[in-house]
């Protein structure tokens, strides 16, 4: 067996010490919550060694920082088993208690176990879940295609009707700033379609003028989208980013406890 | 006519011999020699992981139109060469990512030309080879080229570090109002009175997301909140691993505030990872519930604008937070209080006001104001055509 010594380092760092820790915290409240704080900080501490030692150990391909990333994937796989149980068991309390809205859970149990059916069928026929070697989609690949995909898009199409209802709150001119904002929306929103040109269609001498306004309007929308709202956007990425890069010293350093629920001195 | 074929056939005679002594006698004129490349060195690539050796060398001048730098390695003590790329001239580098840490190579750098005959007359001539000195790859211990990044990195951590002594020495920060968080026990207390339920979406990232982090530490205070005034809290998740911590993050909270009793498991809950069927599945939760206070907190996609416009139509007070610009303003025209940017990751200092925490947002203060002083100056370099500021914060 080839004993890596990155693989080592985080085998140590993440599995043994924190299952040991685990067992001395059954003994010691205090030392339970430490554990947590311990494996955040090394967890943190990795991925910033390597951007600046390219060792291999540490940042090569098989090195300690992308190990993490591939046990967060591993670890997601377990959470999303742990989520599904939480699924199954607040949905059938739904059903058996037949609290407000359980045919809702019904629909949504069958359609997990329809759903997964499929998929496991796919797996272990070995057809898989796209389209079967005949061409024909396979009944994992139907739901998707027939169901899923139609279901997705008609949320995804409210948006634009939310779009409109925020819009019409956002620019209602009721102070200095809320006017300022309906100019500007009113301005990109007429430099960004051709809408001074199809006014002029029936009036053919208003034609090159109506294309220049509409030239200079779009002149402006991009002054608009660059100038002021790039400047306050650079702004807000820049506080943002000092911000993250705070929050994540913070947790690295075990002072930020409130992710895992402690307060100060807990 | 008789007399002009005897001439011909003559004329034939005398100018046989000088055509058989052309080749010994006046050779074609010989093809333009190709120069060798200058200056080669192969060395290992600094500055990386490993497994990649560096090769640099000049164009040489009157190189043909052509031409193509062709590269060969071999491995001493073996002279077998064999290829290893063939680049345009003008790159003058090359890294040889096929090369293995622990191996010793000789490279050889020649140039190419198919149009060009060589001494033989035939077509694609070779220039002389240049062969480096022996060359081997290696990982190294540090990235130079990312200097002045740690260098920022530093000096950042330890303005930090010394404003949150400056914090534990007992010094009053002073932190601005924020509103949002400010509504936060209002938004709390007022779902208490009409008895319905807080609802807290932390986002649709994980717990990779920085923002996922911050949404759960704000969550923790929102759970105590909750405990306190014995007020009913909804946490539906998309994302598994934000679901695990912020299950645990809601349990401590309840045990913090002496109400474990209170707590229970449904109140953190897993929906789906489909972006717009939890989408849905919580507009739908939002409709048929209506909760009092909805808390927006995190890092949201396209279902930003859904899930605050449904929120805006049950009546909720509504909270939300994010650092990334592109759906801010969403949650600006449809929510009543929203955290911007940096105000996200103050949240936890600013509604535990522990120093430590405190310490850190004033650090984080001050580090922004060297950054809007060094900003300014570049401007102004940059406008005198002086580019250096610039480039002591370019990264690679």
Redesign the interface.
């Known amino acids: 067996m080839n004993l890596e010594f990155g693989r080592v380092t985080l085998v140590i760092l993440f599995a043994i010490v924190p299952i040991v820790g685990f067992f001395l915290g059954l003994r010691a409240p205090a030392l339970r919550s430490r554990i947590p704080i311990f494996v955040g900080v090394f967890a943190g501490l990795i991925p910033?060694l390597s951007?600046?030692?390219?060792?291999?150990f540490i940042?090569?391909?098989t090195?300690m920082s992308p190990r993490l990333d591939q046990w967060?994937i591993i670890?997601?796989g377990f959470?999303?088993l742990?989520?599904?149980v939480?699924?199954l068991?607040?949905n059938m309390?739904k059903i058996s208690r037949r609290e407000?809205?359980w045919p809702?859970s019904v629909v949504l149990l069958i359609g997990l176990f329809v759903t997964g059916g499929f998929g496991v069928y796919g797996g272990i026929s070995g057809q898989g879940i796209g389209i079967a070697a005949d061409g024909t989609p396979t009944p994992f690949q139907y739901v998707t295609n027939w169901f899923f995909q139609p279901?997705?898009s008609t949320?995804?199409s409210?948006?634009a009707f939310?779009?409109a209802?925020?819009?019409f709150?956002?620019f209602r001119a009721r102070n200095t700033e809320a006017t300022i904002l309906l100019v500007a929306a009113a301005l990109i929103m007429m430099g960004r379609v051709p809408l001074l040109e199809l006014l002029a269609v029936p009036i053919p001498s208003l034609q090159p003028a109506a294309a220049s306004a509409s030239q200079g309007l779009g002149k402006l929308t991009e002054w608009i989208m660059k100038t002021p709202n790039g400047a306050a956007?650079a702004g807000?990425?820049?506080?943002?980013a000092?911000?993250?890069?705070?929050?994540?010293?913070?947790?690295i350093l075990g002072?930020?406890r409130?992710?895992?629920?402690?307060?100060?001195g807990? | 006519m008789r007399l002009a074929a005897g001439l011909s056939l003559l004329a034939l005679l005398v100018a046989a011999p000088i055509a058989v002594a052309t080749p010994t006698g006046t050779l074609p004129p010989a093809p333009p020699e190709i120069p060798a490349p200058l200056s080669f060195t192969a060395v290992d690539r600094p500055g990386d992981s490993g497994d990649a050796i560096l090769l640099t060398w000049q164009d040489p001048p009157g190189l043909p139109a052509d031409a193509m730098i062709e590269i060969r390695r071999a491995q001493p003590p073996a002279d077998e060469w064999a290829e290893v790329a063939e680049v345009k001239p003008g790159v003058g580098r090359h890294v040889d990512t096929t090369a293995r840490d622990g191996n010793v190579y000789r490279y050889e750098i020649r140039v190419r030309s198919a149009a060009t005959a060589d001494s033989s007359g035939i077509a694609g001539a070779v220039g002389p080879p240049v062969v480096s000195d022996p060359a081997a790859s290696h990982d190294n211990w540090f990235r130079f080229e990312r200097t002045n990044s740690l260098i920022a990195v530093v000096l950042f951590i330890g303005i930090i570090l010394g404003s949150i002594g400056v914090a534990r020495s007992g010094k009053n920060i002073f932190i601005r109002k924020i509103a949002g968080l400010n509504a936060l026990d209002e938004a709390i207390g007022r779902a208490t009175e009409i008895g319905k339920k807080v609802m807290y979406i932390p986002g649709s990232a994980s717990m990779d997301d920085i923002q996922s982090v911050a949404s759960i530490a704000i969550l923790g205070n929102v759970a105590r909140a909750t405990a306190r005034y014995g007020a009913d809290l909804d946490v539906p998740n998309k994302d598994p691993l934000t679901f695990a911590s912020a299950r645990e993050a809601v349990r401590a909270a309840y045990l913090a505030e002496g109400r474990p009793d209170l707590f229970r498991e449904e109140m953190v809950n897993y929906v789906t990872y489909d972006q717009f069927a939890f989408t849905a599945a919580v507009s739908a939760r939002m409709i048929r519930e209506r909760p009092a206070a909805i808390f927006l907190i995190g890092y949201f996609f396209a279902e930003s604008l859904i899930l605050a416009e449904t929120g805006q139509s049950v009546g909720a007070i509504q909270i939300a937070g994010q650092a990334d610009p592109t759906q801010l303003p969403f949650f600006v025209a449809t929510c009543d209080y929203t955290l911007i940017g940096e105000e996200l990751y103050a949240a936890s200092a600013y509604l535990t006001r522990e120093p430590v925490l405190l310490g850190s947002v004033r650090g984080q203060d001050i580090a922004k104001a060297i950054l809007i002083v060094l900003g300014i100056l570049g401007i102004v370099a940059a406008s005198f055509g002086v580019h250096g500021v610039a480039d002591l914060f370019r990264t690679q």
């Open positions: 910033i951007m600046y030692v390219p060792k291999k940042a090569g391909p090195g967060l670890l997601a959470a999303l742990l989520g599904i939480n699924v068991q607040n309390r407000k809205g809702f279901l997705q949320i995804f409210l948006l939310f779009m209802s925020a819009a709150r956002a956007q807000i990425i820049i506080g943002a000092l911000g993250a890069a705070s929050m994540a010293l913070r947790v002072i930020e409130g992710y895992l629920g402690l307060g100060k807990e």
